[in-house]
DNA sequence: GCTACAAACGATATTCAGTATCAATAACCG
DNA sequence: CGGTTATTGATACTGAATATCGTTTGTAGC
């Protein structure tokens, strides 16, 4: 909610209806779900809110295994994500040996690099012992 | 061509035609550049060969930055992609030490790792002498 | 080379995510 | 409070991708 003020934008009633609801939610979500949630906030106001908490660094974007984009709280500047290609839990995780291999890339890669995507996929726990649904 | 045979497709006319197209294509493609120079094939046709040639494994798939897919001739088996985010061209890249790193993150990832996508976002050489467009 | 049959096609309609427009509304600052 | 301006929601629109379906075309078997 402070992100609203700390970034000069108002705190109106649908935006902090949406920070609300992204607050509760451990696994990753889509711009339909929370739209769902929310009949009554406007579609283009579900989006407009995702690319702003985007921008602010409060949500990460993610690509399932098939592009599809999904979101998740970002607990921590910069991390991962693991997806569940069965059921589409999201997990994030830090791992010091990612970062540090990406500097070591660079020697191999022409041009500056100026960021990087990693997605790790997974069939979770849960679905492992569950070979159906 | 010998993709569709081995797969046992059919070798139709617009698939040779695409497949044609796509062996001379050093940078990456979207389906629409396909499309617009192939006017007499179908766009769904388009898509559904993308889709043949995907599980084929003879393209893969990246995501720029935004999300907006894009796709690229797998030289090789496994490999990752870099992709300027200046003027949009994709390089291929290969690196035993990704693959290791994978393997090391298995240990603290719960659940099993069936996969796995890593996209560079560089500012490419022509790129970075050329600070405008 | 035919023929029959299934695979694949293209046109079309449709879905779905995301964006542009714009008049109406509501934050915020004084 | 009241004025300014950011923000909203309804609506229309775009662009990518898929479903449908009658027609075409590859191909295996003769
Ligand atoms: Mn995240
Ligand atoms: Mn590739
Ligand atoms: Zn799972
Ligand atoms: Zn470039």
Redesign the interface.
């Given at each position: 909610m402070a992100v609203l003020e700390d970034e000069g934008y108002r705190a109106t009633a649908p935006r902090r209806a949406i920070i609300n609801i992204l607050a509760e939610k451990q696994e990753g979500f889509t711009a339909e779900e929370i739209g769902n949630e929310l009949p009554a906030v406007g579609r283009a106001t579900i989006f407009r809110t995702i690319k702003l908490l985007l921008k602010a660094g409060v949500i990460c974007?993610l690509?399932l295994?098939d592009?599809a984009?999904k979101y998740s709280l970002s607990s921590v500047e910069h991390h991962h994500h693991?997806v569940?290609?069965r059921c589409g839990n999201v997990?994030e995780?830090r791992?010091a040996?990612?970062e540090r291999?990406?500097r070591?890339?660079s020697d191999?890669?022409?041009?500056?690099?100026?960021?990087?995507?990693?997605?790790?996929?997974?069939?979770?726990?849960r679905?492992?012992g569950n070979p159906d649904d």
């Open positions: 974007r690509n295994m592009g984009p693991t569940c290609v997990g995780f791992a040996t990612v291999l990406m070591g890339l191999d890669i022409p041009g500056n690099i100026v960021g990087h995507r990693l997605e790790l996929y997974i069939v979770c726990d679905c492992t």
